[in-house]
């Protein structure tokens, strides 16, 4: 007889303090390699890195370190040169470019510095556009976009293009964009990179929501106070993970050094 998890629970064998979270990014001795021969960059060796269910981590250290690198392969927009990598238990480092696009789709939503907005369409239209992808039909790919637009405080810019909206407005139609497939994943590289300071909040507040609502957050940054808004913080240094559970109170130290 096989026990599953509430009926091990029922019998106290797990501690239930210790709930069982589910991986949803599994980096095994991942390495990346760009161009070969006097060229040859290593930008990643040996990464290890576990990111659970419902994680928000920021992801620092110097320019070149490899982070935009990682963050590539966890958003499978691109392949790892060796060894494996795990979204949601599915090995995703071998697929093919369609299938890689599939998964970005349905289970990953991105965010970037510079906001990638289509200039020519409006806010609601950028928001529906991945949905067109995904084979939603076009009434509820409306209803989405402005459930995700006014979920990001901009139910009163659904017809304004980028050019009619400021900075920090045009990364919310971003962020809306990027969760209006409901992803497991949200990816961020420098999100705030482009904002000032009172827009860096208003974003940040943004990201802790919908985590706090369960999507897994990752994130980019070079701003200390913007990684100590986050849970965990991964230190990345020459291509490899040096530390990869840093509290908000650690960071000072391992700046500082
Ligand atoms: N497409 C590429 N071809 C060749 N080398 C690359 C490529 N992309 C990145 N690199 C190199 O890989 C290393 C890691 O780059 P990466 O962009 O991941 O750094 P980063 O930590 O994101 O830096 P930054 O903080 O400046 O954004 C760097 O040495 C970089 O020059
Ligand atoms: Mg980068």
Redesign the pocket.
């Known amino acids: 007889m096989t026990l599953d998890t509430a009926s091990l629970n029922e019998l106290n064998v797990i501690d239930t303090k210790e709930q069982y979270q589910p991986v949803t990014i599994r980096l095994e001795n991942v390495a990346?390699t760009?161009?070969s021969g006097e060229?040859e960059?290593?930008?990643?060796s040996n990464v290890c890195l576990n990111i659970t269910q419902g994680e928000y981590c920021s992801i620092m250290?110097?320019?070149?370190?490899?982070?935009?690198?990682?963050?590539?392969i966890i958003g499978c927009l691109d392949r790892p040169t060796s060894g494996a990598y795990y979204l949601e238990s599915e090995d995703v480092s071998q697929l093919s470019d369609s299938q890689l696009a599939s998964i970005r789709n349905q289970k990953l939503g991105f965010v970037f510095q510079q906001f990638h907005l289509l200039p020519q369409m409006t806010a609601l239209e950028n928001v529906m556009l991945p949905m067109i992808y995904a084979g939603v039909s076009a009434n509820e790919r409306k209803e989405r976009a402005i459930v995700a637009l006014t979920r990001v405080g901009l139910s009163n810019r659904l017809h304004n293009k980028p050019n009619q909206l400021s900075g920090g407005q045009q990364q919310r139609v971003a962020i809306a964009r990027a969760i209006v497939n409901q992803p497991v994943l949200l990816l961020a590289?420098?999100p705030t990179g482009a904002l000032d300071s009172k827009t860096t909040q208003e974003v940040l507040n943004i990201f802790g929501e919908l985590n706090e609502g369960g999507i897994t957050v990752v994130m980019?940054t070079?701003e200390p106070d913007v990684a100590r808004r986050t849970g965990r913080i991964i230190w990345?240094k020459d291509?490899e993970v040096i530390y990869s559970h840093l509290s908000p109170d650690e960071l000072s130290s391992v700046m500082y050094h």
Do not use: Q
Not at 41 to 44: D, G, S, Y
Not at 64 to 71: D, F, H, L, R
């Open positions: 990346k760009y161009g060229t960059v290593k930008a990643l250290g110097a320019s070149g370190s490899g982070k935009s690198t990682a963050m590539n590289d420098e980019v070079h990345f291509g």
